[in-house]
């Protein structure tokens, strides 16, 4: 099996995990379990907390200490465990334990996934640009392969999707055992900040690169909040006589994962738009994706014409969020030295997925409790309200990010050359 075959394949299953909870994981919890918006937004919140210094810690470890494959298999048989008994759990605090603790483990697995594609085809002297999105691609084939299958098997409302999950973390263990060996960077460095791998935070001293992961951060914010709510919001129509037994109501994690099939498109115009744009502009053309995806939400709903506003919602997703995520990603390891690879990789997670989430979480999930009233939520004040929020991100971003995609601000050596300074 070639190498690219091999990091799809690993990318399949990875995503496959992620996307047999994370968009049903709420509508479970809500419908079911009867979690109120801010105990959603508090499990979710195990998502943030997590994210804020495992990525970054684990790629330590993984560029200085352990190899990144071992690290890998460790966290998803943590994954494994403790997706299997999160489906017995129907306390709010209890889950939010028990899902900090498979956050601990699940969400530095996606920078290790990352670091391990960039080494690899580097290694076999495959450009990164111009290969990665191509294989990153199965891992959106997999998200929205459980998707439909937690869908067509009736299983949104039910614990059923993290028993799956529990299962294909266990199948990834074992298919992690058959990766390449990565070997640890040598220890070669001289200050204590390079042992300890906080070298990736000379990343700071450039403005640029600062308002990069500050940005990072606030769009991470947006992600949490579609991903937590998207579900629920589309349930909430089976409270609407006339659309109860609508294919929405039945299916929605089907339409759902329409976003997920954009993003096969937008990652593979990747590598045309950055060399074309530059980062700057992607970024821009993200953050008003988001704008028309919440925008396109608040006046979406199963009628023929509300069905075409839902529709292109999921389909400008696409754009929204390959467009700050993979692209940020591509950005970032051409930016930095290979040394700090995973550490730098980690450190992008953390912006996004950490405070980002952890942020979107609570803030998000105390918007609905606010707009919702005898069990009925006003969704079109909602997604209004976080459709503004990412126009305002994206003028904000226009004016601040000096970037200039033409010249290469942060050349590897140079970084090199900060790092043994």
């Known amino acids: 099996m070639n190498i690219k075959l091999r990091l799809k394949t690993m990318l399949f299953l990875q995503y496959f995990i992620w996307g047999s909870w994370l968009i049903t994981f709420g509508a479970y919890m809500m419908g079911t379990l009867k979690f109120t918006g801010m105990d959603v937004g508090f499990v ?4 943030g907390l997590a994210a804020l210094l495992m990525p970054s810690i684990i790629g330590i470890i993984a560029d200085k200490f352990v190899p990144a494959k071992y690290l890998y298999m460790l966290c998803h048989a943590v994954g ?23 956050m601990f483990a699940f969400m530095p697995t996606l920078s290790l996934s990352n670091s391990i594609s960039y080494y690899c085809l580097e290694k076999n002297n495959l450009d990164s640009v111009a290969n990665f999105p191509k294989i990153r691609v199965f891992g ?20 059923m999707q993290l028993y799956i999950a529990s299962t294909v973390s266990l ?18 460095a001289q200050t204590w900040g390079a042992r300890l791998g906080l070298d990736a935070f000379v990343l700071f001293k450039k403005p640029t690169m600062l308002v990069f992961f500050l940005f990072a951060m606030l769009l991470g914010a947006v992600l949490q909040i579609t991903n937590t709510f998207g579900s629920p919001f589309l349930h909430d129509f089976a409270k609407i006589p006339e659309f109860k037994n609508s ?9 759902l994962s329409v976003s997920q099939l954009a993003e096969i ?18 970024m821009i053309m993200s953050m008003v994706a988001w704008t028309l995806r919440f925008g396109l939400f608040a006046f979406g709903d199963p009628s023929p014409i509300g069905f075409t506003l839902l ?5 400008v997703y696409g754009c929204a969020f390959d467009f700050f995520n993979i692209s940020g990603s591509i950005f970032i390891e051409k930016e930095v030295s290979p ?16 405070l980002g989430a952890y942020i979107g979480a609570l803030t998000s999930g105390k918007i609905i409790d606010i707009f919702t009233y005898d069990g009925m939520r006003n969704w079109n004040a909602i997604w209004l309200i976080f459709a503004a929020y990412s126009l305002l991100l994206a003028i904000i971003f226009y004016f601040t990010f000096n970037y200039n995609s033409t010249e290469t601000c942060h050349k590897k050596s140079m970084i090199s050359s900060n790092i043994s300074n």
Request: net charge positive; glycine share 4%.
């Open 140 to 159: 959106t084939v997999g998200f929205v392969a459980a998707m439909w299958a937690i869908s067509l098997l009736k299983y949104e409302l039910s614990n």
């Open 80 to 102: 494994c465990i403790s997706f299997f008994y999160a489906a017995s759990v129907s306390d709010p605090t209890v889950m939010f334990w028990v899902m900090l603790v498979n």
């Open 247 to 255: 294919l929405v109501v039945q299916y929605p994690s089907i339409l």
């Open 171 to 188: 199948l990834l263990v074992v298919y992690s055992s058959t990766l390449p060996y990565i070997p640890v960077v040598k220890k070669t």
């Open 44 to 47: 979710y919140s195990s998502k």
């Open 339 to 354: 040394s700090i690879r995973a550490s730098a990789q980690g450190l992008f997670m953390t912006a996004v997925n950490g």
């Open 311 to 315: 529709l292109l919602s999921m389909i």
């Open 265 to 282: 498109g937008f990652i593979l115009a990747i590598p045309f738009f950055l060399r074309k744009f530059g980062i700057k502009t992607v």
